[in-house]
């Protein structure tokens, strides 16, 4: 097992595998490193190194009971490209991750990566004044995070089927109740506090990504509404965008042959039509 410890105190746990061009998977809210192992597998077989986060508080990382601040998470991201000394790195984030990876390049800049993937994004801004109408609200927020503290395996059962859509999808009800199991090893202060890192404006920050960026999401995603991927592609100076049919916020999974060909054809620098 590899584990880092960061300056903070905190040790993260991560997953390194294989050789080759570094590309590094940040996965979204309450979820961790597991949701890559297909991913890396196949990305393994074609040459790269593969390297997968457990977040704070999620997975086999610490439970510090702190540092769940934007800024925070991104220098934890930063702090495991620096020590592993990666190099021409391109990250690959979902949902919540979007955000963290964002302010990573704002804060350390792009010396270390090449490109990035975005899959679901988070919108570019939850701040009040400066939102859409399709970003959630502080009021839904925190109706959400009140579900969640008080009856999480509930909350998660009854969500499970707008994230897979598995009567469409496929997805089996022994794998939804893997990514349940997933979350339900998070500490619930990481679920709360996590969450309400995202409310921040990173229109801004978006807008100064300097490096090449795919952004990839589904017009079913009941968690992040398909205008947040557009918004922030149109955003991002050097950006693609593909919008997948009947695609939810689990595309990671429900869509995992197509979407693999499409970062694959994108790291190799094809031009994705």
Partial sequence: MSHLTTTDGTTLFYRDWGHGRPLVFLASWALDSRVWERH?????????RCIALDRRGHGRSDDTGRGYRLDRLADDVAELVEQL????????????????????LARHGSGRVTRAIFL?????SYAEGSREAWSMDEPATEAMLAAIRGDLPRWLADNADAFFLPAETGTT?????????????????????????????????????????LVIHGDRDASEPVQQGRAVATLVPHSQYLEYAGAPHGLYHTHFDRLVGDMGAFLREARIA
Wanted: glycine residues 2%.
């Fill in 40 to 48: 890396m597998l196949h990305f393994n077989a074609l040459g790269f």
């Fill in 85 to 104: 000394d990666l190099r021409e790195a391109t990250l690959i984030a979902h949902s919540m991750a979007s955000g963290e990876a964002t302010r990573y």
């Fill in 120 to 124: 679901a994004p988070v919108a570019p």
């Fill in 173 to 213: 009800p022994q794998f939804v109740l893997h990514t349940i199991d997933i979350i339900l090893d998070v500490s619930l202060q990481a679920l709360v506090e996590s969450f309400r890192a995202k409310r921040v404006d990173q229109r801004a920050e978006l807008a100064a990504i300097d490096v090449p960026l």
